[in-house]
């Protein structure tokens, strides 16, 4: 088992507020505020974050599944799109678009696509994410 | 409506791969290798990402309904432990244990709780996160 850390704070309120997010392996710390989160002030926001784990965790996923298959990857690039909407309760996260490119030799289209379906319902992070849609749409680099 | 980006790549197999994890507003991109995430490395890994997302939504929106009440907050600092168990379909995002501590004048610990508890259920990032139970625990620095 693995216990991974993180820190945030917030000061003030949602409007004027300020607020920083910490990874505790010490990689990164950025400031985030409303109007990064749901304006277009160009910072970090908490949702791509969650953008950026999932499509970490899908990209290994699928790079594990290919090795094991033993058509090892030489790259998977993975762009994750989070949706977040305003509904009736307030903002959710509805959706997250996955798309991966992947340069694998040795095996087909069809193939691929079902690797990352596979990473995409099976990989850690999906799997916590019980409440989002998540889609992928998969090729191979020709 | 937002939608907000973050990419990430996998070269390799599982072990012996590494990956990386970029947030689409260019505030990080970051390392990520098995051993980051399964083992000692001192790097990043998806799971600290998801950490540092729901501490910061979750004092995001603590601060903003402490901010409606009257009472905003000085500062809230929280901490995110994801832990990482490895059960019969593999490793899982089991649980993940907020702990925030809040400078909040003018209201009582009881009150601070209640507030605590109500941003844990209700934040956007908590609320994606329908396989994960989530627990805070709530002080106010004195």
């Known amino acids: 088992m693995a216990v991974r850390n993180a820190k945030a704070t917030w000061e003030g309120t949602l409007q004027e507020g300020t607020g920083t997010m910490h990874l ?12 990064s989160r749901f304006e277009d002030e160009p910072a970090t926001n908490p949702e791509e974050l969650l953008g950026a784990a999932l499509a970490g965790c899908f990209s290994m996923s699928l790079g594990s599944a290919l090795g094991k298959a033993g058509t090892p990857a030489k790259k998977i690039e993975t762009e994750a799109q989070v949706h977040l909407t305003k509904g009736e309760t307030g903002f959710s996260i509805t959706r997250i678009e996955l798309t991966t490119v992947g ?3 040795g095996i087909d289209q069809n193939s691929f696509v079902q690797f990352a379906e596979n990473a995409k319902n099976g990989c850690i992070v999906s799997r ?8 992928v749409a998969a090729r191979l680099k020709v």
């Open 24 to 35: 505790g392996s010490g990689a990164y710390t950025g400031k985030f505020s409303y109007r």
């Open 103 to 105: 340069e694998v030799p």
């Open 128 to 135: 916590a994410l019980g409440n989002v849609e998540i889609t």
